[in-house]
């Protein structure tokens, strides 16, 4: 008969490896999104840095596993999307109220110290669910309800940023943006952000939406290389996936994607495998003099 202390450590063994495989995945999105918004412009232009703690995924009807700033139409972006959000790892707690955000940020090359048109504003967000956490606007104020994307025709691939900051107790909402229902408009959202008392930025993503052709000669923006992420070698002995062109007009890097499809999977250490290794050579000893 097989001991019990065998099957328990044997059955353990792909969880926890799982769950170590999960978390690196994940750091490895958030890395490859912190790049994009560098090779997109929209750090240092819109934010001054970005260092989330969590992934944020954004799926609408039809349209879902979307990667960083991927080019939707302006009908595809009517409806309200989906939000969730994966801490990087087990060590950050998601806690408290939330205030969310979608700023248009312009083509790339947008002056923002214009400002930006605030699409979506709503305090007092709250995370539900286990990871992936969805995000509920359910019990929150929402300042500006979610205004689909509707770009000049000719204007360019608009950037559209979808952020979630930290909501701390003494936050205070601006005047002017402090009631329910007020209408879609430009604001600045640095500003915001200091005046209100905004907590840390906590993750954020954004898609891009072009109507018709653009005018102009569309600012180029630099490439995203996800062979430059930290991410290992492929069971085969590969490279990781290769880097992607950069992005110009509504074309929009996806190097997130790219890099899952090559079959990149991430390491797990070797003292976690002898550990395992070690734990279940004990059971089966402890199993044979039983």
Do not use: C
Not at 4 to 33: C, H, K, R, W, Y
Request: no cysteine; net charge negative; glycine share 10%.
């Amino acid at each position: 008969m097989v001991s019990l202390s065998l099957l328990v450590s044997l059955a353990i063994v792909p969880f926890v490896v799982g769950q170590a495989t999960d978390t690196n995945n994940t750091q490895f999105q958030i890395e490859a999104i912190q790049a994009h918004f560098s090779g997109a412009g929209i750090v240092p232009s819109l934010l001054t840095t970005f260092d989330p703690e969590a992934l944020l995924t954004i799926s609408y009807d039809g349209v879902s596993a979307l990667t960083p700033g991927q080019a939707l139409t302006k009908t595809q972006v009517a409806p309200t999307p989906v939000l969730a959000v994966t801490p990087a790892n087990s060590t950050v707690s998601l806690t408290g109220s939330f205030t969310l955000v979608m700023a248009d940020a312009g083509p790339v090359g947008t002056d923002e110290t214009q400002g930006q048109t605030r699409h979506w504003l709503v305090n007092g967000v709250t995370l539900t669910g286990s990871a992936p956490l969805n995000v509920s606007t359910t019990d929150g104020v929402a300042i500006t309800s979610y205004a689909g994307p509707a770009p000049a025709q000719g204007s360019g691939a608009h950037r559209y940023v979808i952020l979630l900051y930290s909501q701390p107790s003494s936050f205070a909402a601006p005047q002017g943006l402090d009631t329910a229902n007020t209408p879609v408009s430009v604001f600045n959202l640095s500003d915001y952000v200091k005046t209100s008392g905004l907590g840390p930025l906590v993750a954020a993503n954004y898609i891009t939406v072009e109507e018709g052709t653009a005018t102009f000669t569309p600012s180029s923006t630099a490439p995203v290389a996800t062979s430059t992420l930290p991410v290992p070698a492929t069971s085969t002995g590969g490279s990781s996936a290769a880097s992607t062109g950069s992005k110009t007009g509504s074309a929009a890097p996806t190097s997130t994607g790219n890099a899952q499809q090559s079959g990149a999977i991430p390491k797990i250490s070797k003292t976690f495998s002898v550990e395992v290794l070690f734990m279940a050579g004990l059971a089966t000893i402890g199993f044979l003099f039983n």
